[in-house]
């Protein structure tokens, strides 16, 4: 059973920046495409990113430019660069590993952006 835990939210001030971190403790880890979605209060979780195993990447247009994802198959943990944070980008974010039965979800870490 793979179990997947992010880290590295918090509060920033708009135009900071955040890298988030998500953890995997399964062995496929390196075969599987991972993902970064965030669910913003009142809406529904949208995807933002997302790396396939050959490190190939797709962002939502909303944070083109902005954030990175990038994986580290050795340590089995997927990252999130988050640049020029703005209001917008204050949510849950969580990562998703792609599986069957509709794979696996992190617990969700928030991030906050306010002056």
């Known amino acids: 059973q793979e179990q997947l835990v992010e880290s590295g939210g918090g509060l920033v001030q708009p135009g900071g920046s955040l890298r988030l971190s998500c953890a995997a403790s399964g062995s496929i880890f390196a075969l599987l495409p991972m993902a970064w979605y965030r669910q913003a209060p009142g809406k529904e979780r949208e995807l933002i990113a997302q790396?396939?195993?050959?490190?190939?990447?797709n962002y939502a247009d909303s944070v083109q430019g902005r954030f990175t994802i990038s994986r580290d198959n050795a340590k089995h943990t997927v990252y999130l660069q988050m640049n020029t944070l703005n209001f917008e980008a204050t949510a849950v974010y969580y990562c998703?590993?792609?599986?069957?039965?509709?794979?696996?979800w992190g617990q969700g870490t928030q991030v906050t952006v306010s002056s």
């Open positions: 998703h590993m792609y599986g069957p039965a509709g794979g696996h």
């Open positions: 790396i396939l195993s050959t490190g190939r990447t």
